[in-house]
């Protein structure tokens, strides 16, 4: 089993719906994050959170909202999806113990098309 | 606002040839500058990294090049195979504060 999950993988959505993309991972890490992908806008950071009482916004967080229900579950929603929310959502994972290194773990990604 | 300047967005490389991406970066607080791998249908993973205090870090045959004078760093991929076909991301990060700021990301193809 991969150590960040994400679901759903897919996801076609209409105008106006409300999605929630979830992520969970096992490798007890504190840090995780929402990044959004886009072709030749790279990866843009939606959201971030430290733990359960910390989270923070990041350069893109309009239009979403998100939620850390346990430290291993942290969740991103549309709360009135648009179609410029068309993207590749990535979670990532850090554990703030190794310090300078700071390396993320991502999951495999979640694809949303929003028409 | 980029912080980070990735080029080129794509790049064509024949099969033993030497791959070469760019980045530039202008916060001079950045202290640790990765480079991260994504293959399709895959998330990014940790490929190689570099701190400033150093101009060259070699780990098999990927290297990284910092120049910190200039604020630029690179990538090299000797001896560049298929299967190094993927898109690569520069990447600068600042310790302490537990983010980082991505570059736009390079495709790279090599050709059999």
């Given at each position: 089993d991969a150590d960040v999950t994400?679901?759903?993988?897919?996801?076609?959505?209409?105008?106006?719906?409300?999605?929630?993309?979830e992520c969970s991972q096992t490798k007890g890490h504190d840090r995780m994050y929402w990044y959004r992908q886009d072709p030749g806008l790279g990866l843009r950071l939606i959201y971030y959170s430290f733990d359960v009482k910390d989270i923070n916004k990041g350069e893109i967080s309009d239009g979403y909202s998100v939620s850390r229900q346990a430290q291993a579950k942290f969740s991103l929603s549309l709360e009135s999806a648009i179609p410029n929310q068309t993207a590749l959502y990535f979670c990532a994972t850090g554990d703030r113990g190794r310090g300078i290194t700071g390396e993320l773990f991502f999951g495999e990604g979640s694809r949303l098309t929003v028409l | 606002q980029q912080q980070v300047k990735q080029s080129p967005q794509s790049l064509i490389v024949q099969k033993g040839g030497i791959s070469i991406i760019n980045c530039a970066y202008e916060n001079t607080a950045f202290d640790y500058f990765p480079w991260y791998q994504q293959f399709p249908g895959k998330g990014p993973a940790l490929l190689i990294a570099i701190r400033p205090?150093?101009?060259?870090?070699?780990?098999?045959?990927?290297?990284?090049?910092?120049?910190?004078?200039?604020?630029?760093?690179?990538?090299?991929?000797?001896?560049?195979?298929?299967?190094?076909?993927?898109?690569?991301?520069?990447?600068?990060?600042?310790?302490?504060?537990?983010?980082y700021i991505f570059g736009t990301g390079t495709r790279l193809k090599v050709l059999a």
């Amino acid at each position: 089993d991969a150590d960040v999950t994400q679901t759903p993988r897919n996801r076609i959505t209409k105008t106006g719906k409300r999605i929630m993309l979830e992520c969970s991972q096992t490798k007890g890490h504190d840090r995780m994050y929402w990044y959004r992908q886009d072709p030749g806008l790279g990866l843009r950071l939606i959201y971030y959170s430290f733990d359960v009482k910390d989270i923070n916004k990041g350069e893109i967080s309009d239009g979403y909202s998100v939620s850390r229900q346990a430290q291993a579950k942290f969740s991103l929603s549309l709360e009135s999806a648009i179609p410029n929310q068309t993207a590749l959502y990535f979670c990532a994972t850090g554990d703030r113990g190794r310090g300078i290194t700071g390396e993320l773990f991502f999951g495999e990604g979640s694809r949303l098309t929003v028409l | 606002q980029q912080q980070v300047k990735q080029s080129p967005q794509s790049l064509i490389v024949q099969k033993g040839g030497i791959s070469i991406i760019n980045c530039a970066y202008e916060n001079t607080a950045f202290d640790y500058f990765p480079w991260y791998q994504q293959f399709p249908g895959k998330g990014p993973a940790l490929l190689i990294a570099i701190r400033p205090d150093v101009s060259e870090k070699k780990e098999g045959r990927f290297t990284i090049s910092f120049n910190k004078s200039a604020k630029q760093f690179s990538l090299h991929i000797m001896d560049s195979q298929p299967g190094d076909s993927a898109t690569y991301f520069c990447a600068a990060y600042t310790s302490g504060t537990y983010k980082y700021i991505f570059g736009t990301g390079t495709r790279l193809k090599v050709l059999a």
